[in-house]
Structures are given as C-alpha cells and as structure tokens.
C-alpha cells in the first residue's frame, strides 16, 4: 500500500510536469503536435494507476498497471523525439527521463508483487 502511495503521487507530479512541458512547448517552441501525444500519455499513466487503485480484483489491477506501464513506455518515446529533435534541451529531458524511470521501475515491481500474489 506504501508503494502504491508513492506511485500515485509520483504519477500526479509527473503529470502536471507533463503539463508545463507541454505549455512551454506550445508558447515557446510553437510545437503543438508531438508535444500533445507526450502530454496525453504522460497524464494517462496516473489515470491508469488511479483506476487500479479501485480495481474490481487483482487481475484488474494489475490490467490497469499495465495500461499505465505502457502510457509510460509511450511518454518515453514521445521524450526521445522531442529531445532529439532539438524541443527539448538536455538538462529538461534528462529530468523528465529519470521521473518517467523511476514511476516505470515502480510499475514494473507493483505488477510482479501482483502477479505473485495472484495464487
């Protein structure tokens, strides 16, 4: 449960960063395309773990993990471009990477306790 916690705010911290990347791409580098696909997953992932938060069983909840697991591995791709594509600079990237990472490791573990407690 401790886990989960920190998982969910990890996840609603990482959105609204998702959100300010998002407006500061908009406004300052006048991209609105990739940056609206990285936005949508990268607040997609805290969705999915809230609703597995009110999940109807384990296999449920771990369906919804794995939802967000998969917005995640998403956002990441979405990063990569952006960064690579000269939006984003290094050290903002780098930071949102190492979030994204650590919520990704987070998910990865929460499924697997799951999965094995699943008996």
Do not use: P
């Not at 917005?71 to 994204?100: G, P």
Request: proline residues 0%; aromatic residues 8%; glycine residues 2%.
């Amino acid at each position: 449960m401790t886990q989960d916690n920190i998982l969910v705010d990890k996840s609603i911290d990482f959105a609204i960063r998702m959100s300010n990347c998002y407006k500061y791409l908009l406004k300052e580098k006048r991209e609105d395309i990739i940056s609206k696909q990285m936005f949508r997953s990268g607040t997609s992932i805290g969705a999915n773990i809230h609703e597995g938060i009110q999940a109807q069983s384990k296999a449920d909840f771990v369906s919804k993990l794995s939802i967000a697991l998969k917005e995640a591995s998403e956002t990441s791709y979405w990063l990569i471009v952006l960064y690579k594509a000269n939006y984003l600079e290094e050290k903002l990237f780098e930071s949102l990477k190492k979030d994204l990472d650590e919520i990704i490791r987070i998910l990865i573990a929460s499924i697997k306790t799951t999965k094995k407690n699943m008996v």
